[in-house]
Every structure is written in C-alpha cells, then in structure tokens.
C-alpha cells in the first residue's frame, strides 16, 4: 500500500479578473464546459483591466490512505477549487500533487453530465469521466439506478429531470463505483430529508470499508461525526491541520469575530 492517497506540495491557483479566454489549458475548458453543461456560446469580452486573484497560496498536505479529512473554511476560501485540483478537472499554477489511487468525484452536483443524454448515457459518461471501466458500471448499473430511484426515466433525457432526481443519480454514481479515493464538495446537505439520511448511510459504508475520503461541508455535525481530520483554508491559506475537537471551535468562533 502507498504511504499516501494524496500529496500535494505548494499548490496555488491563480485566476486572472477580467481576463476572458486567456491562457487556459485544453483540460481547464473541458472541466468547466462539463461543471456548467447549459452554458451556451462565449461570454461577453470585458476590457477591463486584469486583475491577479490567487484562490489558492502554497497549500501543502499529505493524506494516508483510508483517511477520511474534512476540509473547511469560509465561502471563497479555496476549498472547491482545491478539490477542483485534486480532481483533475483544472491545474495549479504552481506546485504539484501526486494521487495514489483511482477517484472519484462529486463536485458540483451532475458535473460530468450532459442534459440532452439519458439518465442511462449519462451513467456511462460520467463513469468514463472518473476513470472507470465499462465493466464496472455494467456490473453496478441496476444498483446505482435503484438507489437514485430513477427506474422508470433512467431512458429518459436528465434536462427533463427533477432537481431531486438530477442529484440522486449524480449521487448515485460518484459513490456506488470502486474508486478509492472520494472527493465530495458539500453534497450531503442535498436533496430532501429521506436521501440525506441514505445518502449519510452510504457515506458511512464507504467509510467503514476504509476507503479515502475528502469531503467539504459546513455543517459541523458532519465534520464531527465522519472526520478524522480537518483542513483548515481562510482566503487560500492552509491556517490550520488537525483533529475536529481542536479545530472546529476555533472554525466556529472565527464566525462571530
């Protein structure tokens, strides 16, 4: 077994404001046409001047297989793009990380999907997309459907969907494929009161068979009941690494300051 599931060394994010196109990679645009399937066409050209907003500062840590980390941190702090990172979906623009194990992601929900698809089609580009073998998906296909509850429109195009429906499947497929390594940015608050409770229940069971897991979430509750460990980041700076009991009253305090 690796001595890590995840290493990452000195990692920042640079975004330019006001810059449109620019000099993103073929990787980046592909990431967010799949984050943002609906958007249509270019954006409208600004000519203001380009401001450097760096999301990410030379964050560095390592995660040891079976792990499960919570990282937190206000909103704009760097979470989702650190996750973003980590899911291959953009690129640093400084600093490297090296993953030790296949991934699964569930970011923004359905990314990865593609609204004219079926539910079915999209199952397998999803897949596809987190690196799985079609096999795999056969083998788990029916399951992955019965727990969306999505049997009678799995046939039918997602942009037809139900919000609620939309984020089962998506659900759905992030967790129940063989992906060592899960990352989830705050998808456990979705969805109404009976998929939060499974999908809870399902977190737990990939916990339990001692898979790796980074998940983003603002509820407290969560990050103390699942989480060994929390990262802590506050406008792209890594500020603190340790325990829930530690860190999270200082997490919480910092919101009354």
Same mark, same amino acid.
């Given at each position: 077994m690796a001595e890590y599931a995840i290493k990452a060394e000195n990692i920042s994010k640079r975004y330019q404001i006001g810059a449109v196109g620019g000099k993103s990679t073929l990787r980046d645009r592909l990431g967010e046409m799949l984050t943002h399937p609906l958007k249509r066409g270019a954006e409208a050209a600004s000519h203001a001047a380009n401001t450097d907003f760096w999301a990410l500062k030379h964050v560095t840590f390592e995660i040891a297989p079976g792990e499960v980390v919570g990282f937190i941190g206000h909103n704009g702090s760097g979470k989702s793009t650190l996750l973003r990172i980590l899911s291959r979906i953009s690129r640093p623009t400084t600093g490297r990380f090296r993953i030790y194990g296949t991934v699964g992601a569930l970011l923004e929900i359905g990314t990865g999907f593609h609204p004219d698809l079926t539910g079915r089609e999209n199952v397998f580009l999803n897949a596809a997309i987190l690196g799985m073998q079609r096999k795999q998906v056969v083998a788990r296909f029916d399951e992955i459907v019965a727990f969306a509850e999505v049997e009678q429109f799995i046939d039918t195009p997602i942009k037809f969907y139900s919000s609620g429906m939309y984020v089962r499947l998506a659900f759905a497929v992030a967790t129940h494929l063989d992906a060592e390594i899960l990352l989830l940015d705050e998808v456990l608050g979705v969805g109404d009161y009976g998929f939060q409770q499974k999908s809870t229940a399902k977190l737990n069971s990939i916990i $339990? !068979?001692?898979?790796? =897991? =980074?998940?983003? %979430?603002?509820?407290?509750? $969560?990050? !103390?009941?699942?989480? %060994?460990?929390v990262l802590w980041l506050h406008h792209g700076e890594l500020i603190a690494d340790g325990h829930p009991d530690d860190i999270m009253p200082r997490y919480v305090a910092s919101f009354q300051t």
């Amino acid at each position: 077994m690796a001595e890590y599931a995840i290493k990452a060394e000195n990692i920042s994010k640079r975004y330019q404001i006001g810059a449109v196109g620019g000099k993103s990679t073929l990787r980046d645009r592909l990431g967010e046409m799949l984050t943002h399937p609906l958007k249509r066409g270019a954006e409208a050209a600004s000519h203001a001047a380009n401001t450097d907003f760096w999301a990410l500062k030379h964050v560095t840590f390592e995660i040891a297989p079976g792990e499960v980390v919570g990282f937190i941190g206000h909103n704009g702090s760097g979470k989702s793009t650190l996750l973003r990172i980590l899911s291959r979906i953009s690129r640093p623009t400084t600093g490297r990380f090296r993953i030790y194990g296949t991934v699964g992601a569930l970011l923004e929900i359905g990314t990865g999907f593609h609204p004219d698809l079926t539910g079915r089609e999209n199952v397998f580009l999803n897949a596809a997309i987190l690196g799985m073998q079609r096999k795999q998906v056969v083998a788990r296909f029916d399951e992955i459907v019965a727990f969306a509850e999505v049997e009678q429109f799995i046939d039918t195009p997602i942009k037809f969907y139900s919000s609620g429906m939309y984020v089962r499947l998506a659900f759905a497929v992030a967790t129940h494929l063989d992906a060592e390594i899960l990352l989830l940015d705050e998808v456990l608050g979705v969805g109404d009161y009976g998929f939060q409770q499974k999908s809870t229940a399902k977190l737990n069971s990939i916990i $339990q !068979d001692g898979r790796t =897991v =980074v998940l983003v %979430s603002h509820m407290r509750g $969560q990050i !103390d009941a699942m989480c %060994s460990r929390v990262l802590w980041l506050h406008h792209g700076e890594l500020i603190a690494d340790g325990h829930p009991d530690d860190i999270m009253p200082r997490y919480v305090a910092s919101f009354q300051t």
